[in-house]
């Protein structure tokens, strides 16, 4: 049982920076554009974020509140993520550039100017080693969040398991949990996430009924470039403990463009499939299985390869990609 | 409007307010002439924001151009060196070049190079004892194309049958391919003594040289001329563009689509395999993690900044080599980082992509008709 909560545990950390990912490219996906940018955005968000708080801290002293370091780098992860998916959002909507060749420029974007600024940034410091302080840090670290739980569960085996299963976590961890729940919301239960949905489907008879397809096309696109923002902050900051490491993101954020597939578009689906691939990635840790660690390593990719395969093959018809994505929208040429 | 009844005029006036104050007009065909100064600004608008960057820094953007070309082009060794870059860098871009054809989003390229390299890797290292030199490179010659070609055309078998998305399909192969130069490196092919590194191989497996660069130009340059006679010339070719043009008029007209993606991907597999065979047995006479090194997701960039034509791509492939090497260059004189070349590839793509629209639309603006480029 120790062992599976081990197990758990590190699946969720791991799988954290995914959902973020996932949940940001669905929101933005909906609305009828296929972003590949995700890597390069989470790219932008980790030195977004890290160099927000890096900086803060350079200028003002170091930060004794936890709540603040969260906010700085939350918001300026954000912020990056906006600024990567505004010139997606733009080349795309406005400028009706092809949307693959513009997502994987992103991508390329992205991940050469976050490892030239955490370069650049790197070189200038002290130490050559571009690291927020040790008190900022614990705003990332894991933790009983339900200190009266954790009392319990001094003297019950059951609360124990409780306690360390779901409520010993960072706090992006919630609130990436928080992200995906309050999304789904959005999408099925009010008028905006309905036409927001309306416009991934059928951008022409969105605007036949009013609504504006571009500024929906905009604003979905830009707020989940900055979801998947903080995705990439959690890598900085959580998973590389605030420290810059060069090619930090290194891929997760394909795996979560591939987890938008996974979930079918649901962002509740979302946090399951966030949980099963962070789980993948570290599974060699934790359940040894005799075979070379290169090959375990595979294992996240092969079975993204196959629920690919498998979702395609099934081809539901309720959990499909929005008909419209990937395709621009032209009033003129409707 | 307060009034009830308007003069003429004035109706006519508020007809016209409720006209966007831009609209958006496709063009009639630009002169070619044209097309090209607008792609020339965009070139240099891209160039500016970089320098913008460079200034940030506190560097001479000016002096830092200079040095990125002075480093690649300034002598006879670093122009070697970029040939060598540029070589890899244009074969992948062919290879991507005939799948974007067919709007099949192939971002596999680098894993169909490792395919590649990992095949002929394998002849080099275990059978170079066994045969002459010549027919030794021609196998891996082969075996390279094959298993590129295999790697390849998996992804497009299951678009075909299944309308798989390739993208993410060919993507994740990319880490697989990776995942098995990483074992082979670590385990069965592995150099006795510490790191896990594969060994170099004996002089009969590498490719020789003519003019100071491994023959692999000569097979480039061939690449080029078949990949242009197939796109522009071959029923295959001209099958291919009808696809990604249209499946639904492919299929009209009697084409089997799943065939015609097939195929191509085959060829587009075998070409980056050969790029493979020329990294491994050409440039740095062993199989490594960084074989492939990010040429095949550069490869996306010049196959679409030369609009899939090849001699296009020849130019475009020399000028990111160039900012690549150049990047190193200038890595070391002004301590900016080599990532530099990088941020610069986005930056220009992006500026491309965005040109694109002013080459085949123009806005028109409310009061008169005047139009802008």
Redesign the interface.
Known sequence: MDNFVNLFNAAVLAGAPLLFGTIGEILTEKSGNLNLGVEGLMFMGAIGGLSGVYFTEMFAGSLSSSLLVLLIAILSAFLCGCFGSLIYAFLTVTLRANQNVTGLTLTIFGTGIANFLGDVFSTSSAGNYMVISNSAKLAFGNQPILPFLARLGEDSMFWNYVNRLFFSYNFLVYLGILFAVLMALFLNRTRVGLNLRAVGESPATADAAGIAVNRYKYLATVIGGGICGIGGMYISMVTAQGVWIYNCVGGRGWIAVALVIFATWGPARAILGGIIFGGLTILRMYVPMGIPIEIYDLMPYVATILVLIFTSIRQSKEHAMPKHCGLNYFREER | MTEKRAEPQTRHAAMEQKQPLV????RPVMPLGQAWAIRGIAFLAALLAGALLIGL?GHNPFLVYADMVVGALGTRTSLIETVKLTLPLLAAALSVALSFRMRF?N?GAEGQILAGGIAASYFALFCYDMMPGWLLLIIMFLAAAVAGALWGALPAV?KAK????E???T???N??AL??V??LE??PWKKPGGYPKIDMFEDVARLPKLFGVHIGWLITIALVILVAVYLRRSKHGYEAAVVGESPDTARYAGMNVGRVLVRTMLFAGAIAGIAGFMQVSGADYTLHEGTAGGVG??A??VA?LAQLNPWGMVVVAAFLALLDKGANRIHTTF?V?A?????L???I??FM??C??FI??RLVFRKGAKGRG
Not at chain 2, 23 to 26: E, F, G, K, L
Not at chain 2, 339 to 343: E, P
């Open positions: 609209r958006i007009v496709r820094l989003w971002i299951f299944w309308n798989t998305n993208t993410l399909f993507l994740m192969l880490y697989v995942g098995l990483k074992y670590a385990g997701f550069t996306i960039t679409w301590g980082p990532t530099a070349s990088d941020v590839t986005g930056l793509l992006f992509l965005g694109e629209f085949n639309y």
